[in-house]
C-alpha cells in the first residue's frame, strides 16, 4: 500500500485556474493514475487518467481545460485546470487506476461564480 497526498486546491472565481498535485509514497512507474473528484452529495467520479506511457483520458465535461501530467523521479501527478466553472466545485484525489491505494483525503476545490 502507498499513501497518496494531495495538494493545490482553493478557492478561485470561474475562468480561473488551479494546479494540483499528488505525491506518492511509493513508486508509480508502470501504473495508469487518476483524478477523482466527489462533489457535495454526489458519488465520486473519475476526471482524468493517465497511464505509464503519458497518454490521457479525459471526463467529457473537463476536456480541454483539464491537462493531466505526471514526474516519475518524482512519483507526482499533477492536474492544471483551466478555465475552472462553478461545477468543478469538488474534493479532488488521484489514486492508481488499478490495485487502488487507499484514498487520500483529497483537497478542496471551490470555484465562485
Known amino acids: 500500500q502507498g499513501q497518496l497526498v494531495e495538494s493545490g486546491g482553493g478557492l478561485v472565481q470561474a475562468g480561473g485556474s488551479l494546479r494540483l498535485s499528488c505525491a506518492a509514497s511509493r513508486s508509480i512507474v508502470f501504473n495508469s493514475m487518476g483524478w477523482y473528484r466527489q462533489a457535495p452529495g454526489k458519488q465520486r467520479e473519475s476526471v482524468a487518467t493517465i497511464d505509464d506511457s503519458g497518454s490521457t483520458y479525459y471526463a467529457d465535461s473537463v476536456k480541454g481545460r483539464f491537462t493531466f501530467s505526471r514526474d516519475n523521479a518524482k512519483n507526482t501527478v499533477y492536474l492544471q485546470m483551466n478555465s475552472l466553472k462553478p461545477e468543478d466545485t469538488a474534493i479532488y484525489y488521484c489514486?492508481?487506476?488499478?490495485?487502488?491505494?487507499?484514498w487520500g483525503q483529497g483537497t478542496q476545490v471551490t470555484v465562485s461564480s
Open positions: 489514486n492508481k487506476v488499478f490495485g487502488q491505494w487507499s
